[in-house]
C-alpha cells in the first residue's frame, strides 16, 4: 500500500560540500531523512520504471535509511532499486553501478570523513546519471524544494532483506542486492595492470592499506590479497564499523598517525595508503615520505602512462583551487589543458562528461579520473602500485625526481575546527572587505600581486559559481587561500592553504612547516586569525 504522508519542511537540509550532512539526532526527527529524499525525488524528472542505486559507507543508521529510500522509490514509482549487501557501497563503487547499470541516478549514504555513531555525523547525497555529485543547479532545486515540502510517499513494504544477494519483488518493484566490490573490481582490473602487480607482490614488496574500520576494506581484502596476492595482514581495520571504531575516518596525519609512525619508522613497509569512511579519498605514505595529496596528483598525472587504462595519455588534468600548482606543471609539460575549479568533485563532472579532463584532484586526498564521476581512494593506491611496479623505484625515488624535473611546490592547510559560526564570518566579511586594497602592499616582506574571491565560469555549461574562496597571490607564485568548510556539522571550520614554490632542488629537502613559516605568518597578519577566532593555533595541521 502506498501512503501520502503530511510533513512539514525543514529549514536546513541545505546540501553543502558534498550533499546534506548532520548529526545522526537531527536525520532522527520525524521526517527529516524522508523530507530530504522526497525533496529529492521531487526536484528529478522523468525517472518512472528507471533505475536507483542506492547503498553507504556503512555508518550508524545507514540501514534504517535505506529502507526508507527503498520504500520511497517504491512509492515513487521507480523500476527498479539496486542496493548493495548489507547496505553497503563505497562512494566511487556506487558511481560505477549507476553508470554500469545506466541507472537514473544513486543515493549515496555518508558523511565521508566525518565520526559516526548515534551522536555523530550522517549524510545523504544524490548522483546523477554520469554517476556524478549533482550538479549545484539540482541541489539548490532540492533545497527549494525542501523548505515547501508538504507531503511524502512511502509504500509498506516491512523490512527488505539487505544481507542476500538477488533480486527481489517488493512492492511490484524489482530490488536487486549486489555484490558491493565485484563490479568495482572488475572496472580496477580494466585500469591497471594485474599481472605486474601481482608480480610485485610475488617479489617480496610489502604494502599497509589502513582502512580506518570504514567502507574499504571489503574492497581491499578482495583486490590487494586476494586478487594481488599481497601478503595477509595488508588491509589493517578492514572491517566496516558503524562507528569507525570510535574514531575519525579521516585519511590523514592526524587521524591515520599510526600508519604514518609506521612507514617513517624503522623496517618501514614499502608502501602505505588509507582510505577514509566512504573510499573516496586516499593517503599515500611511502617508505619514509608523506607525499601530499596536491604533489600525488601531480606525480600520477605525470606518469599515469605507465598503467593500461591510461596509456594513451590524457586530455587535461582539473584540480580544486586551493590544490596547489604542482599539477599545472605537469599539465604545461604534457601540452594538456588545465581547469581550476571550486572545491568538490560535482564541478569536475562536466569537464570530464566533455573529455576535456582525466584526471581530476584535490588537496583534501582525493584523486580520481573519468572512470568513475567520484574521486576514488583505492583507485588512486592502484594506480600508485602500478607505477611503483614499472618503474621499480620507491616513492621517495619518484617524488625526488618529480620535484628536480617541475620543481616542488611546498604545501600544508591548516584547519581550524568548530569556531563560532559568528566569528568565522566576521574574519571572511572582513578579508573580503579588504580585497581591493591588498595588491601591491606587501606583508612580512612578500608583495601582494593580486587578491580575490574565486568564481568559476563552467567551461562546459556557462554556470557561475561565486564565492568559492578568498585568495591571496603573492609575486613569485606563493599563496595563501581561505575558505569555510561545506561539510562540518558543529559551528565553523576554517581552513588556510599555504603554498610556495620552490624551484631549486638544493632546498626541496626542507620541512615544509618550516618553508612556509613566512606565509604562515602573513595568513595571521592579513586575516587576523586569533583575534577573530580565539585560537592560537590550528587544530589539525595536513
Ligand atoms: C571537504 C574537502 C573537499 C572535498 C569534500 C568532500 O570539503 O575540502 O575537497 O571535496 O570535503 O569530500 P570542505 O567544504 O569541508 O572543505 V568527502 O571525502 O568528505 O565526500
Ligand atoms: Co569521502
Redesign the pocket.
Known amino acids: 500500500m502506498i501512503r501520502t504522508v503530511s510533513t512539514t519542511p525543514y529549514g536546513d537540509q541545505k546540501p ?4 546534506l550532512r548532520k548529526k545522526v539526532p537531527v536525520f532522527q526527527q520525524q521526517n527529516y531523512a524522508e523530507n530530504f529524499i522526497q525533496s529529492v525525488f521531487d526536484a528529478l524528472e522523468g525517472f518512472a520504471g528507471k533505475t536507483l542505486v542506492v547503498g553507504g559507507d556503512g555508518r550508524f543508521y545507514n540501514r534504517e535509511v535505506i529502507q526508507k529510500v527503498i520504500a520511497m522509490a517504491v512509492a515513487n514509482g521507480f523500476g527498479r532499486v539496486v542496493v548493495g549487501q548489507g547496505g553497503i557501497l563505497s ?1 566511487p563503487a556506487a558511481s560505477n553501478l549507476i553508470r554500469k547499470r545506466k541507472a537514473f541516478g544513486g543515493l549515496i549514504l ?5 565520526p559516526g555513531g548515534p551522536h555523530e555525523d550522517f ?1 545523504i ?1 544524490y548522483n546523477a546519471e554520469n554517476g556524478g555529485p549533482a550538479p549545484e543547479k539540482l541541489t539548490d532545486a532540492i533545497y527549494a524544494r525542501s523548505k515547501v515540502i508538504t507531503s511524502y510517499k512511502i509504500a509498506d513494504v516491512g523490512q527488505v532483506d539487505l544481507d542476500h544477494t538477488g533480486t527481489f519483488e517488493v512492492g511490484g518493484i524489482k530490488v536487486e542486492i549486489v555484490d558491493p566490490v565485484a563490479d568495482y573490481a572488475a572496472l580496477m582490473e580494466t585500469l591497471f595492470d594485474f599481472d605486474a602487480l601481482r608480480a610485485l607482490f610475488k617479489s617480496g614488496f610489502r604494502m599497509r592499506f589502513d582502512a580506518m574500520h570504514a567502507v574499504t576494506g571489503p574492497y581491499a581484502k578482495e583486490i590487494l590479497e586476494r586478487r594481488l596476492g599481497a601478503a595477509e595482514g595488508t588491509a589493517r581495520n578492514f572491517v566496516p564499523l558503524e562507528d569507525f571504531g570510535g574514531h575519525h575516518p579521516d585519511p590523514n596525519l592526524v587521524h591515520a598517525k599510526e600508519l604514518y609512525d609506521e612507514m617513517m619508522g624503522p623496517n618501514a613497509p614499502d608502501f602505505g595508503a588509507a582510505s ?3 573510499g ?2 586516499n593517503l599515500i605514505i611511502g617508505r619514509g615520505i608523506f607525499v601530499t595529496p596536491s604533489d600525488s596528483l601531480a606525480m600520477l598525472a605525470a606518469n599515469a602512462h605507465l598503467a593500461p587504462g591510461y596509456k594513451a595519455g590524457l586530455k587535461g588534468i582539473a584540480r ?1 583551487m ?2 596547489s600548482g604542482a599539477a599545472d606543471r605537469v599539465a604545461e609539460k604534457l601540452g594538456i589543458g588545465m581547469y581550476e575549479t571550486p ?3 560535482k564541478f569536475f563532472g562536466n569537464l570530464l562528461d566533455a573529455g576535456m579532463a582525466t584526471i581530476c584532484g ?5 584523486t580520481g579520473s573519468d572512470h568513475v564521476r567520484e ?1 576514488d581512494g583505492l583507485w588512486a593506491v592502484l594506480l600508485w602500485l602500478n607505477i611503483l611496479a614499472v618503474r621499480g623505484e620507491s616513492a621517495k625515488e619518484i617524488a625526488a625526481k618529480h620535484w628536480v624535473t617541475y620543481g616542488r611546490n611546498y604545501y600544508s592547510r591548516h584547519d581550524y575546527e568548530e569556531v563560532e559560526t559568528d566569528r568565522a564570518n566576521a574574519l571572511v566579511d572582513a578579508l573580503r572587505a579588504k580585497l581591493g586594497s591588498l595588491p601591491g602592499t606587501s606583508v612580512r616582506g612578500m608583495k601582494i600581486a593580486s587578491a580575490d574571491d574565486f568564481a568559476y565560469n563552467d567551461p562546459v555549461d556557462g554556470s557561475v559559481s561565486k564565492n568559492q574562496g578568498i585568495r591571496i597571490l603573492f609575486e613569485g607564485g606563493s599563496r595563501v587561500v581561505f ?6 556539522t558543529s559551528g565553523a ?1 576554517l ?1 588556510v592553504y599555504i603554498e610556495r614554490y620552490e624551484p631549486d632542488p638544493a632546498r626541496h629537502g626542507l620541512d615544509t612547516q618550516a618553508a612556509l613559516a613566512d606565509l604562515i605568518k602573513a595568513a595571521e597578519d592579513i586575516a587576523g586569525i586569533r583575534s577573530h577566532t580565539g585560537r592560537d593555533k590550528p587544530s589539525v595541521i595536513t
Open positions: 553543502g560540500t558534498s550533499g562512494t555518508s558523511a565521508s570523513h566525518n549524510g547525497k577514509d569512511g566512504d573516496d579519498r580544486s586551493p590544490t572545491t568538490g568533485w584535490e588537496e583534501s586526498a582525493g574521486k575558505r569555510l568548510s561545506g561539510t562540518g571550520t581552513r
